[in-house]
């Protein structure tokens, strides 16, 4: 139940959450389009977003002391990595693969939340984590299961931001951080984390041509503040289950854009393979 139940706040929650589904799919269609290497489009996406947040501050970001900030940061690393690897993965597999291994990350989440935090586990979670695993395990290929360089970007990646959502759901109860005072060093940390990446593997691009600047700035605006930060933003209102619940509809959209803007197109069966690990992740965290 959202900290906020009026008829007018619900209208509110159903308008964010349909802005941020549509903002999440495009971010895979605009990373594959941006002619950017996949490293070199996070740091961007990060990077112009975190500049976007500070001069859209009419304040000084007050600091939040040591312990918030080193949370903010590590959880900044991860998201990152996250991106970095996530992106790496996107011209390696389709994209519905790609994002649906990604965005198994609330079975993770729910077991690292357990481990980390505590609290009794429920029966239908059980039954999700189970069947998840069966339906991805049928998915990637089944008793001949071999996983290749992209699907192992793509799970690595989904272990990081469910790490960054864990982290990021400690600086916000346990520090009381506000949405900006979270977000601003958390993209800053990850945008530096991607730069390293990017310069360590020698992928590292400029944004020279109005091409690749339209791009940039579509990937921060639409998918990062459009998608994330509006995400981080309705957690001080709505439960979390509530909020990021939306990312189950990310495979679906954005496989949608790939096959109008990319023309690929989905075997039957791993559709509903794919659809059967969405509703395994829905049973465990709605």
Excluded: C
């Amino acid at each position: 139940m959202p900290i906020y139940a009026s008829r007018g706040d619900v209208r509110l929650l159903i308008i964010y959450l349909l802005i941020i589904s549509v903002s999440i799919s495009s971010a895979s269609i605009l990373v594959i389009l941006s002619g950017l290497s996949a490293s070199s489009a996070a740091f961007w996406r990060l990077f112009i977003a975190t500049v976007f947040l500070l001069l859209s501050r009419r304040k000084f970001v007050r600091p939040s002391g040591f312990r918030a900030l080193a949370v903010s940061a590590l959880s900044g690393v991860f998201l990152g990595l996250h991106f970095a690897l996530w992106m790496e993965s996107l011209f390696l597999v389709p994209v519905f693969e790609s994002t649906l291994l990604v965005d198994t990350y609330p079975l993770l989440l729910l077991v690292m939340e357990r481990l980390a935090l505590g609290g009794q586990v429920r029966a239908r979670e059980v039954v999700g984590l189970l069947s998840g695993a069966v339906f991805l395990y049928l998915f990637l290929g089944g008793p001949g299961l071999k996983l290749s360089e992209g699907d192992v970007y793509a799970m690595i990646s989904s272990l990081f931001v469910a790490s960054y959502f864990l982290l990021g759901r400690v600086a916000r109860s346990r520090f009381g951080l506000s949405t900006v005072e979270y977000v601003i060093p958390t993209y800053a940390t990850a945008s530096l984390t991607a730069l390293l990446y990017s310069l360590v593997k020698g992928s590292f691009q400029v944004i020279d041509t109005p091409h690749r600047i339209l791009f940039a700035l579509l990937l921060a605006l639409v998918p990062m503040i459009g998608g994330h930060t509006l995400m981080n933003y309705l957690l001080g209102f709505f439960k979390s289950n509530i909020v990021t619940s939306i990312v189950f509809t990310e495979p679906i959209g954005a496989s949608i854009l790939a096959y109008l803007v990319l023309g690929q197109v989905l075997e039957p069966y791993k559709v509903l393979l794919g659809l059967g690990v969405i509703a395994s992740v829905v049973l465990v965290w709605v």
